[in-house]
């Protein structure tokens, strides 16, 4: 089953002159484990593609469904509950909670998930170690340079074990290896199962994905794919 | 690429057969410029001429090559001198374009969709070979790989460039428009 599956999903805003075709019926179906980059120009329709995708707004035409459930037949509660469950995000600015440390951060998603304090702390623990990052569990976001901050950034969006990764522009501020270290970060992530799905303007991060979508104007403009299969992970010593 | 200094280099680190510096230089490059055996003994016949190596026949008949003292300080000299960057590269990508604009003969837009496709493909499979680069620790392949992700990245950039330029109806090089009479399509009707 995948992970994410738009169909002909399209996003209107405004009406009469004011209005705006800001997706115009794209199909994109992400499986689990799956690495998916989407790159256009600025207004090609790359936020509010993973707008729809994770739940954070409605198509107006087209349907979106994630992990089975179509979003479209939810409420605002059980829409806010999918999204809870099954996506995380990042975005080009960590936004770590300064007062806590990068373990309680992380710590702190999955209380939200309604793990108790203790499990959490443990839990965060644990995925921290699994990304490599424990050396950094105790330490504030102030004591992190902007790449950890943003690989903590990811830890956070993926604990609990949620199936969709959503990332608008994670190393917009980051150097060119830093850079490389988060994408390595969210490949990583695939390998355990999870799917992601990056927007970015960046083409050598795009390069890290198993498939490459463009958009133009809010349409599809060309894909590289199909995904290679099993072997490439092993070809390229995925690590984990 | 000097397949000449390249050649200089591994005999620097000691005697060695023809076909062993094909196959010693091939690995050293991640395999990604392979190289003709007949392209390594004409190389070292120029070499051996300009006194930069010596060759001597071992009883198998097999030819075993040496680096001289004028053969180090040639190689010195490479490692001391930056590459020259070609002023205008001749680059048949730009040629396209320029025709597909001139002729009328070419959705140029398409032009440019494809081969930024095919660019992005390159780059996903160097990303690749850096991957595995990393993992087995190779520090002079990854080097090696950066450079030619940094430039199919800059010709990736280029193209979306193209892209927007002929999208805003903006005729690059003082071309004229292939229909002049069509209305420049609006610009900033969309948003994300």
């Not at chain 2, 280099?9 to 094909?22: I, P, T």
């Not at chain 2, 070979?129 to 030619?148: I, N, P, R, V």
């Amino acid at each position: 089953m995948d992970v994410l599956d738009m169909e002909q999903a399209g996003r209107v805003y405004g009406s009469g002159r004011l209005r705006v075709v800001a997706l115009d019926n794209v199909s994109l179906r992400v499986g689990a484990g799956e690495f998916v980059a989407v790159m256009g120009p600025s207004g090609s329709g790359k936020s509010t593609l993973l707008r729809l995708a994770g739940g954070l707004d409605r198509p107006t035409s087209g349907r979106v469904r994630l992990a089975g459930r179509d979003l479209s037949a939810l409420g605002e509660a059980g829409l806010a509950e999918a999204r809870r469950r099954e996506v995380g995000f990042v975005f080009q600015e960590a936004n770590l909670l300064p007062s806590l440390t990068a373990a309680e951060n992380v710590a702190l998603a999955l209380e939200f998930d309604g793990v108790r304090p203790r499990a959490a702390r443990a839990g965060a623990r644990g995925l921290l170690d699994s990304l490599g990052l424990l050396a950094v569990a105790g330490r504030f976001p102030g004591q992190l340079s902007g790449g950890e901050q943003q690989q903590v950034a990811i830890a956070r969006a993926v604990a609990g074990g949620r199936s969709l990764l959503l990332a608008d522009e994670p190393t917009g501020a980051l150097d060119a290896l830093t850079g490389e270290t988060v994408m390595d970060l969210l490949r990583q992530r695939c390998a355990t199962g999870c799917a992601v799905v990056l927007a970015t303007h960046n083409v050598r991060h795009a390069a890290w994905a198993d498939r490459v979508v463009f958009l133009s104007d809010g349409r599809l403009a060309g894909a590289t794919g199909p995904p290679p299969g099993p072997e490439y992970l092993l070809e390229t010593g995925q690590p984990g | 690429m000097s397949v000449r200094h390249s050649l200089l280099a591994l005999l620097s680190g000691g005697a060695m057969h023809g076909y062993g510096l094909k196959t010693e230089f091939e690995a050293a490059t991640g395999e990604v410029w392979p190289l003709n055996v007949g392209q390594v003994y004409t190389t070292l016949g120029r070499l051996e001429r300009d006194g930069l190596v010596t060759a001597e026949t071992e009883d198998e008949g097999q030819k075993v090559y040496e680096i001289t003292a004028a053969g180090r300080d040639e190689l010195r000299q490479w490692f001391e001198t930056p590459v020259p960057r070609e002023v205008i590269p001749r680059q048949e990508l730009a040629i396209k374009l320029v025709f597909a604009l001139r002729s009328g003969l070419a959705d140029v837009t398409a032009v440019v969709q494809q081969q930024r496709l095919a660019t992005m493909r390159a780059l996903q499979d160097i990303t690749r070979l850096k991957a595995a680069a990393e993992a087995s620790g190779d520090l002079a392949g990854l080097l090696m790989l950066d450079g030619l992700v940094f430039q199919a990245e800059a010709e990736a950039r280029w193209l979306d460039m193209c892209e927007a330029r002929l999208a805003r109806g903006n005729t690059a090089a003082g071309v004229a428009p292939r229909h002049p009479e069509m209305p420049p399509r609006p610009a900033a009707e969309r948003s994300g």
